[in-house]
C-alpha cells in the first residue's frame, strides 16, 4: 500500500511539473510574439523541437551502445 501511494504522489508531481512548464512556455511565447513576427517564433519552435529530438536521439543511440 505504501509503494502505491508513494507512486501516485510521484506520478502526480510530475504532472503537476508538465503542467507548469506548459504555462510557463505559453507565457514566454506570449511575450516573444509582442517582440518578433509570429513566423518567427514558430520557425524558432520548430528549429527548438528539433534540436532536442537530434539530441535525444543521440542520448538514447549513447545508451544503447550504438552511437557511431
Do not use: D, P
Amino acid at each position: 500500500m505504501g509503494e502505491s501511494a508513494n507512486y501516485i504522489g510521484r506520478t502526480v508531481i510530475l504532472l503537476l511539473t508538465g503542467v507548469g512548464l506548459i504555462l510557463f512556455w505559453r507565457g514566454i511565447w506570449q511575450v516573444s510574439e509582442k517582440l518578433i513576427s509570429e513566423q518567427i517564433s514558430l520557425i524558432l519552435g520548430l528549429v527548438i523541437i528539433i534540436g532536442i529530438a537530434v539530441f535525444e536521439k543521440k542520448q538514447i543511440f549513447k545508451i544503447l551502445g550504438s552511437a557511431h
